[in-house]
């Protein structure tokens, strides 16, 4: 049964090593020099911070299990030791298992992960010592095109398989916030994220399930399929939503959310 969600963008410039003068204060994520200028530094900051306690509030929530879910190319599941890594994009990191010489993570769930090792980082030095109850985890690879009623039926059985499964959607809102022209909003591209982020405020898995697909290529939506498998996991469930974040560095449009059985406080 699913006690928990978070849903989390999945740039990578969300990892400091892509930002460069915004990776500063993340010890050994930076090695670009302290006169760099990076645009949306702040609103960057603010989408990672978000992220960062959202994941952080699954691994409070006290999971059997803990699902990533993200879209990529085609699915796949990957279980145990994982491996990711920004290397394609010219970014000297990785999360996961990285010494283990597992199956390589497309790009949203490599973030996923990422996000998962700093939630766990965040943990531990709030307790003051070292992590070591992180529950196991899988990774689902959803293939972007994947019909609603199929994205639907995957997470009502992803949520059948623990008596408490948190679940981690990745999914970047509208790349179409500006049409043509930098800062010239996109009233189409506005619609939809503003409708995504009601249905994340209000933990409405119905909203979420009633996404049109068609729209995906057209706003270049990168969330939909992910999103709709939260909403089957979620179907039936009672639980508290929270907006954490709604953000659009870059004309790309991030969303941030907690679904839990009570308001976590951070």
């Known amino acids: 049964m699913l006690v928990a969600a978070a849903v989390c963008p999945h740039p990578p410039l969300l990892i400091p090593a892509a930002m460069g003068a915004a990776g500063r204060g993340d010890a050994g994520l930076s090695d670009v ?36 879910v993200g ?5 796949a599941v990957y279980a145990g030791h994982v491996t990711g890594s920004l290397r394609p994009f010219g ?6 298992s990285a010494e283990s010489g597992g199956p390589a993570l497309p790009l949203s769930l490599t973030v996923g992960a990422w996000l998962l090792d700093k939630a766990e980082e965040k943990r531990a030095r709030g307790a003051g010592q070292p992590a070591t109850d992180r529950p196991p985890a899988e990774f689902r690879a959803v293939a972007s095109g994947l019909p609603p009623a199929d994205c639907l039926r995957l997470g009502t059985e992803l949520a059948g398989l623990a008596p408490r499964v948190a679940l981690l959607a990745m999914g970047d ?6 049409a043509g022209v930098h800062g010239a909003a996109d009233p189409a591209a506005e619609r939809y994220d503003a409708e995504v982020a009601a249905a994340l405020a209000a933990a409405d898995p119905a ?24 909403a089957g996991a ?3 469930v009672s639980l508290l939503g929270r907006l954490r974040c709604a953000a659009a560095p870059y004309d790309v449009s991030y969303l941030v959310a907690s679904w839990d059985s009570a308001a976590l406080a951070d």
């Open 173 to 178: 809102a509208s790349a179409r916030k500006a």
């Open 71 to 75: 879209g990529a190319a085609q699915s």
């Open 33 to 68: 020099g302290p006169d760099t200028v990076v645009p949306a530094d702040a609103e960057l900051r603010e989408v990672r911070a978000g992220s960062v306690a959202a994941v952080a509030g699954l691994l409070a929530a006290g999971p059997d299990l803990l699902i990533v």
């Open 91 to 96: 970014i000297p990191a990785a999360a996961g």
């Open 207 to 230: 909203a979420l399930a009633a996404l049109d697909p068609a729209l995906d290529d057209e706003l270049m939506i990168a969330g939909r399929a992910a999103w709709q498998v939260l």
């Open 234 to 236: 979620a179907a039936g």
